[in-house]
T-cell receptor, first 113, second 115 residues
Framework: NAGVMQNPRHLVRRRGQEARLRCSPM?????VYWYRQLPEEGLKFMVY????????ESGMPKERFSAEFPKEGPSILRIQQVVRGDSAAYFC???????????FGPGTRLTVL | AQSVTQLGSHVSVSEGALVLLRCNYS??????LFWYVQYPNQGLQLLLK??????LVKGINGFEAEFKKSETSFHLTKPSAHMSDAAEYFC?????????????FGKGTHLIIQP
């Protein structure tokens, strides 16, 4: 059973460009979570999604950031007009419906030049 | 609302010595608690979890943790450190009761193993 998949593993963008990060949950998992890890800091919760629904986006910056988890395909975290402060590692986690344990992917390391 | 405090951003122990990583939490509802380990440039791997069953929880790689409600603690221990234990360790909390909420993490403890 494959784990949580994230791609790309590394992403370089120039200021003002868009970044798209993808996450495929573990087979059978219908809940997806996104977290951001800034240098020298712990992980911060960003958003929690189920298929076609955003359940909790209390950790998402109000502007430029959006997330979706369509009926088919991976979950996408989209960052528009990236700035240097967006440089971080972005982790996706998934859990099954009714489950209380989140399983993490390897992360996408975003570098904004 | 929940919060986690991990005492000591860096902990250094000798190989073969006891490992103790401290975690204190704050939660307005009964919590679920987790320890994750992160190796350099990798994702997080679940070590163990407390979900209101036994208060002493055993995990992978010889680690265990004890939930102490009176002390609001969930410290991680291992009797004998191994070089391969060198990594970043994160304690996390979420609201218990089976709900699926985002995790609140501590800032992490970097475990250094001295030969």
């Amino acid at each position: 059973n494959a784990g949580v998949m994230q791609n790309p593993r590394h992403l370089v963008r120039r200021r003002g460009q868009e970044a798209r990060l993808r996450c495929s949950p573990m087979k059978g998992h219908s809940h997806v979570y996104w977290y951001r890890q800034l240098p020298e800091e712990g992980l911060k919760f960003m958003v929690y999604l189920q298929k076609e629904n955003i359940i909790d986006e209390s950790g998402m910056p109000k502007e430029r950031f959006s997330a979706e988890f369509p009926k088919e395909g991976p979950s996408i975290l989209r960052i528009q007009q990236v700035v240097r402060g967006d440089s971080a590692a972005y982790f996706c986690a998934s859990s099954p419906a009714g489950g209380n344990t989140q399983y993490f992917g390897p992360g996408t390391r975003l570098t904004v030049l | 609302a929940q919060s986690v405090t991990q005492l000591g951003s860096h902990v250094s122990v000798s190989e073969g010595a006891l490992v103790l990583l401290r975690c204190n939490y704050s939660s307005s509802v009964p919590p679920y608690l987790f320890w994750y380990v992160q190796y350099p440039n990798q994702g997080l791997q679940l070590l163990l979890k407390y979900t209101s069953a036994a208060t002493l929880v055993k995990g992978i790689n010889g680690f265990e943790a004890e939930f102490k409600k009176s002390e609001t603690s969930f410290h991680l221990t291992k009797p004998s450190a191994h070089m391969s234990d060198a990594a970043e360790y994160f304690c996390a909390v979420t609201a218990g009761g089976g709900g699926a909420d985002g995790l609140t993490f501590g800032k992490g403890t970097h475990l250094i193993i001295q030969p």
